[in-house]
């Protein structure tokens, strides 16, 4: 890979813009090839989606192409915003109040107490089962 390209060349000439190759069609032959864009966008002519590399990586999907479509090439990010936003990165960051906010994502705190009772029923049944009948 070239020092200054984020992808290598070869990789770039065989990655489609992956709405574009759902419809030959309408694009012809060779649908969805892709143009590198301020070193960090891959954007398709044929459908006007527009990819960001983010972190090295390609991010090919839809979702992420449609949310740049209407964004002039030249107001594009440099570079991209990140794959997690910074703010949630902590699943389980305390608020101003002092308290956790849990709403974020990741498991309830109850969800650890009921597996800690259950390994705790299971331990106790496996316990009277083998010393349980002297």
């Known amino acids: ?24 069609e309408k694009y012809g032959d060779d649908p969805g090839k892709l143009e ?18 983010k972190e090295g990586i390609p991010v090919m999907l ?8 209407d ?8 570079p991209p915003p990140p794959l997690v ?8 960051a305390p608020s101003s109040a002092g308290q956790v906010d849990y ?3 990741g498991p309830s705190p109850l969800v650890y107490v009921a597996a800690a009772v259950g390994v705790f ?7 009277k089962l083998l010393f349980g009948r002297r």
Not at 62 to 69: P, T, V
Not at 121 to 127: E, P, S
């Open 1 to 24: 890979m070239s020092n200054d390209l984020p992808i290598s060349p070869d990789l770039l000439e065989i990655l489609r813009d992956p709405l574009a190759v759902q419809d030959k």
């Open 36 to 53: 590198l864009v301020h070193n960090c966008w891959l954007v398709s002519n044929d459908t006007g989606l527009k990819y960001p590399i």
């Open 62 to 69: 839809i979702d992420e192409g449609m949310k740049w479509k």
């Open 71 to 78: 964004t002039p090439i030249e107001d594009l990010p440099v």
């Open 85 to 92: 936003p910074e703010s949630s990165s902590s699943a389980a």
């Open 103 to 105: 709403s974020s994502g």
């Open 121 to 127: 029923v299971v331990l106790f049944a496996l316990w």
